[in-house]
């Protein structure tokens, strides 16, 4: 069984977000970052990596003053900020890995998972109208359950880890983020992340229906990246969702990649694009450096361009999860411990190779402040500052 785990927890923003080394590397202590982020991205059992990686964290003592998530990754978000969780690790050969996932997922779409969903009876007619909690093929409510037993509410709204979840406005269509800085995360908060339809019926909300966030971003590192005010942040993005593959040769491997791109949430595309954003806000800050004292006092025009402009850093270090070959289209609620305790493993080992490159967690210098690093993807560009 893995030990259980506790994490160690820091305000956001804290000076004192100094990280032992992992196991083995005395070089020194993690830069003076303000803010250490945990982002997670959605993806149902896969989410079993994440799990694995916040183990490797933990083990290194790195402390987290933000875990941000979507769908599966807002639940672990409420497992790491509300409490500790175990795991048992199963090995077993790769033929049998392939056999027994399919079981698994065939299980748990026609009998539900212990703890999180069971299949709705009578079962659902699509052209037949009824309430919208009937509007789904699964009852969710044994989450909520779930997440009062093994969730300490009371410790996550202490804020001393801020934690953030997303989820949609089913009337509106628009994005939100339930953040417990501005409001009480309770158990439904987390469930209206992970509502994904036509699975799992929406989330009510005071008097509001939410469901799942990946329907419209499967990843909150813009929210994480974009915070105000702008710290020097080191955030540790987790995706459970290669956007590189194969060309599929059949219908079943059409499934598949669908759904890797379609919630691959194009994580360097975004980053990427704030990138860019970061470095025009560090030029425009050193050009105002060399404005002379005089022409600054009472200039609306520099004390616009001063708000715009930021000299603050962002390291982020991808962790993304890599296709088995025992996987298919159903990867996502293959909810067996064989696969599940898989995924795990990954994101452990993941996370130690990430970690032992002490180098990439230094703070970015480069005109553009902002630098990415990929543990599947080690060769950097030529050009400084730009995404390895």
């Known amino acids: 069984?893995?030990?259980?785990?506790?994490?160690?927890?820091?305000?956001?923003?804290?000076?004192?977000?100094?990280?032992?080394?992992?196991?083995?590397?005395?070089?020194?202590?993690?830069?003076?970052?303000?803010?250490?982020?945990?982002?997670?991205?959605?993806?149902?059992?896969?989410?079993?990596?994440?799990?694995?990686?916040?183990?490797?964290?933990?083990?290194?003592?790195?402390?987290?003053?933000?875990i941000a998530g979507i769908s599966i990754g807002a639940l672990n978000a409420a497992i790491i900020a509300?409490?500790?969780?175990?795991?048992?690790?199963?090995?077993?050969?790769?033929?049998?890995?392939?056999?027994?996932?399919?079981?698994?997922?065939?299980?748990?779409?026609?009998?539900?998972?212990?703890?999180?969903?069971?299949p709705r009876f009578p079962i659902p007619m699509p052209w037949l109208e009824g309430p919208s909690a009937a509007n789904s093929w699964y009852d969710?409510?044994?989450?909520?359950?779930?997440?009062?037993?093994?969730?300490?509410?009371?410790?996550?709204?202490?804020?001393?880890?801020?934690?953030?979840v997303g989820a949609v406005n089913v009337a509106t269509g628009n994005f939100s983020y339930f953040d417990n800085t501005r409001i009480a995360l309770r158990a439904e908060h987390f469930m209206a992340s992970g509502a994904l339809p036509p699975a799992f019926a929406p989330v009510e909300i005071d008097g509001e229906?939410?469901?799942d966030g990946g329907i419209v971003s499967n990843t909150p590192l813009q929210e994480v990246l974009r915070a105000s005010p702008r710290r020097d942040t080191l955030v540790f993005q987790v995706d459970l969702w290669s956007a590189r593959g194969s060309?599929?040769?059949?219908?079943a491997n059409v499934a598949e990649r669908t759904k890797d791109i379609q919630y691959s949430s194009r994580t360097r595309f975004v980053t990427d694009a704030l990138q860019g954003e970061q470095r025009?806000?560090?030029?425009?800050?050193?050009?105002?450096?060399?404005?002379?004292?005089?022409?600054?006092?009472?200039?609306?025009?520099?004390?616009?361009?001063?708000?715009?402009?930021?000299?603050?850093r962002y390291n982020v270090q991808h962790l993304i999860y890599r296709q088995q070959k025992f996987e298919h289209d159903y990867k996502d609620y293959q909810f067996g411990s064989s696969t599940m305790n898989k995924h795990w493993a990954?994101?452990?080992?993941?996370?130690?190779?990430?970690?032992?490159?002490?180098?990439?967690?230094?703070?970015p210098d480069s005109d553009a402040?902002?630098?990415?690093?990929d543990i599947h993807r080690t060769k950097p560009k030529a050009k400084p500052g730009s995404s390895a």
């Open 1 to 66: 069984m893995k030990p259980r785990m506790k994490v160690r927890r820091q305000a956001d923003g804290a000076t004192d977000h100094q990280a032992k080394t992992p196991p083995g590397d005395n070089r020194g202590r993690l830069p003076p970052y303000e803010t250490i982020a945990l982002v997670l991205q959605g993806g149902g059992a896969l989410g079993a990596y994440q799990a694995g990686v916040f183990e490797g964290l933990h083990e290194a003592d790195i402390p987290l003053g933000w």
């Open 247 to 251: 060309i599929p040769n059949n219908l």
């Open 209 to 211: 229906f939410f469901w």
């Open 369 to 373: 402040g902002f630098i990415t690093h």
């Open 140 to 164: 969710m409510s044994p989450l909520k359950a779930t997440l009062e037993r093994f969730c300490d509410f009371d410790r996550i709204n202490a804020g001393e880890t801020r934690v953030s």
């Open 82 to 118: 509300g409490n500790a969780f175990e795991h048992a690790l199963f090995n077993g050969s790769e033929a049998t890995r392939t056999a027994l996932s399919f079981l698994q997922a065939s299980s748990a779409a026609i009998q539900g998972q212990s703890g999180f969903f069971h």
């Open 280 to 312: 025009y806000r560090t030029v425009l800050r050193k050009v105002l450096e060399r404005v002379p004292e005089a022409l600054r006092k009472d200039d609306p025009w520099f004390n616009l361009a001063a708000e715009l402009s930021c000299g603050k």
């Open 346 to 363: 990954e994101g452990l080992s993941d996370i130690r190779r990430t970690l032992a490159n002490r180098s990439w967690l230094e703070l």
